[in-house]
């Protein structure tokens, strides 16, 4: 079984910054790419960032040079670090990981997402 925990998430004012973490735990073999998701009220659920297993990153428009995506592999944990935050951003956030778990089975886990509210 394989479960992913957020943390991080929180009221801060524009211009502020906010950490997400999400730590995968159980039986995995490895992790291949960690992707950031966000869903604010009365719209759809947008991909905000992806790091592949290689180190690779990808943003949304509406985040590029004010978001960081990371990975810390041997903890098998996954960041989000926000910067410059706008009153847009609020929404609940939601991380996604490609894993291949003990069984050699490869699949997407979702944290139980957690919401950011920025202030205007």
């Not at 995995?28 to 991909?47: C, D, M, T, V």
């Not at 847009?88 to 490609?98: K, P």
Request: charged share 15%; with cysteine.
């Amino acid at each position: 079984q394989v479960q992913l925990v957020q943390s991080g998430g929180g009221l801060v004012q524009a211009g502020g910054s906010l950490r997400l973490s999400c730590a995968a735990s159980g039986s995995i073999f490895s992790i291949n790419h960690w992707n950031w998701y966000r869903q604010a009220p009365g719209k759809q659920r947008e991909l905000v960032a992806t790091i592949t297993s290689g180190g690779n990153t990808n943003y949304a428009d509406s985040v590029k040079g004010r978001f960081t995506i990371s990975r810390d592999n041997p903890k098998n944990t996954g960041y989000l670090q926000m910067n410059s935050l706008k009153p847009e951003d609020t929404a609940i956030y939601y991380c996604a990981a490609n894993i291949y778990n003990g069984g050699f089975v490869e699949r997407d886990y979702w944290g139980q997402g957690i919401q950011v509210t920025v202030s205007s």
